[in-house]
Antibody, heavy 124, light 110 residues
Framework: QVQLQESGPGLVKPSETLSLTCGVS?????????WGWIRQPPGKGLEWIGS???????YYNPSLKSRVTISVDTSKNQFSLELSSVTAADTAVYYC?????????????????WGQGALVTVSS | QSVLTQPPSVSGAPGQRVTISCTGS?????????VHWYQHLPGTAPKLLIYGNSNRPSGVPDRLSGSKSGTSASLAITGLQAEDEADYYC??????????FGGGTKLTVL
């Protein structure tokens, strides 16, 4: 059973970089197909931020692409999100997620393993 | 503004049937991309309910069903129960190279 846990600062200042890590347990991250980040601003819906695929290939939401970096650290069995030049509009609950192997062939990608979410507030 | 449009809210009495629509365009659902559905309770992780338009993961009751036609998809819930009260999101893919979610629908069980 895959378990995901987001970690990182809960408060980030405007114009700075938001950094979150998703720790993976119960599964080797190097064996996974893709790992993603999704966020939910207060009172709004889910928004896909981006995904990193096996081998390091990344795909990002076009609206965030210029500010986002997602990477994998296989030595620590975790993957990370960096979002630069944040504003109050980036305040959200950030989720990391991945599919179980039975869904690797799903098109479009889907997510059935999710972390519990981490609230990140952008404020001075 | 979400690429996929859902009604902000729907409601129904226990035992009734409700449907939640998800309307896209020729660049996403209409382009042939499948639709997935998630249930989201506040403070918890979203749960996959339907994948590939109409398939249920194991453990999801058969009173939930999904369908897709043209540029739209729908989630139907029959025999409504209090535990169904939650937010529901559709998800697909857009030709802009992006995974896209609907704006979400809040289901209230009266």
């Amino acid at each position: 059973q895959v378990q995901l846990q987001e970690s990182g600062p809960g408060l980030v200042k405007p114009s700075e970089t938001l950094s979150l890590t998703c720790g993976v347990s119960g599964y080797f991250i190097s064996s996974g197909y893709y790992w993603g980040w999704i966020r939910q601003p207060p009172g709004k819906g889910l928004e896909w931020i981006g995904s990193v695929y096996h081998g390091g290939i990344t795909y990002y939401n076009p609206s965030l692409k210029s500010r986002v970096t997602i990477s994998v650290d296989t030595s620590k069995n975790q993957f990370s999100l960096e979002l630069s030049s944040v504003t109050a509009a980036d305040t959200a609950v950030y989720y990391c997620a991945t599919p179980s192997p039975r869904y690797y062939d799903s098109s479009p990608p889907l997510f059935d393993y999710w972390g519990q979410g981490a609230l990140v507030t952008v404020s001075s | 503004q979400s690429v996929l449009t859902q009604p902000p809210s729907v409601s129904g009495a226990p035992g009734q049937r409700v449907t939640i629509s998800c309307t896209g365009s020729s660049s996403n659902i209409g382009a042939g991309y499948d639709v997935h559905w998630y249930q989201h309770l506040p403070g918890t992780a979203p749960k996959l309910l339907i994948y590939g338009n109409s398939n249920r993961p194991s453990g999801v009751p058969d009173r939930l069903s999904g369908s897709k036609s043209g540029t739209s998809a729908s989630l139907a819930i029959t025999g409504l129960q209090a535990e169904d009260e939650a937010d529901y999101y559709c998800q697909s893919y857009d030709s802009s190279l992006s995974v896209v979610f609907g704006g979400g629908t809040k289901l209230t069980v009266l």
